[in-house]
């Protein structure tokens, strides 16, 4: 499984950005898929995610309301439209995803769940 992170830039307050990551060597019927970030200083914190085969979206309490996953079959693509964009959120942005068994609800939003990284993409929120 490779996933190659994109769309990352510097971006003013109230802004917007749209993250992508090309996910190859599995489709969403046999991924889990989820976006963390990792700010100086701070451990990789979890963003967003859902589980495959239709088994919900989830999101980070921070990011409620402003951030939105998605998906692109077609294009075996992952996005995460991120508005309303604040310093707070400047981090590198990993997306990553899980094979084999799906991720139990539980453990969403724990990045050791997820067995494959992105290099991920640096996302600054300054003016």
């Known amino acids: 499984v490779q996933l190659q992170a994109a769309g990352g830039g510097l971006v003013q307050p109230g802004g917007s950005l749209r993250l992508s990551c090309a996910v190859s060597?599995?489709?969403?019927?046999?991924?889990?898929m989820g976006w963390f970030r990792q700010g100086p200083g701070h451990e990789r914190d979890f963003v967003a995610a859902?589980?495959?085969?239709?088994?919900?979206?989830y999101y980070a309490e921070s990011v409620k309301g402003r951030f939105s996953i998605s998906r692109d079959n077609s294009k075996n693509t992952v996005y995460l439209q991120m508005n309303s964009l604040i310093p707070e959120d400047t981090a590198v942005y990993y997306c990553?995803?899980?094979?084999?068994?799906?991720?139990?609800?539980?453990?969403?939003?724990?990045?050791?769940?997820?067995?494959?990284w992105g290099q991920g993409t640096q996302v600054t929120v300054s003016s």
């Open positions: 990553a995803s899980k094979t084999g068994g799906r991720i139990i609800t539980s453990a969403v939003r724990t990045p050791s769940a997820y067995n494959y």
């Open positions: 060597g599995c489709s969403f019927s046999t991924c889990d």
């Open positions: 859902f589980r495959r085969s239709g088994g919900g979206s």
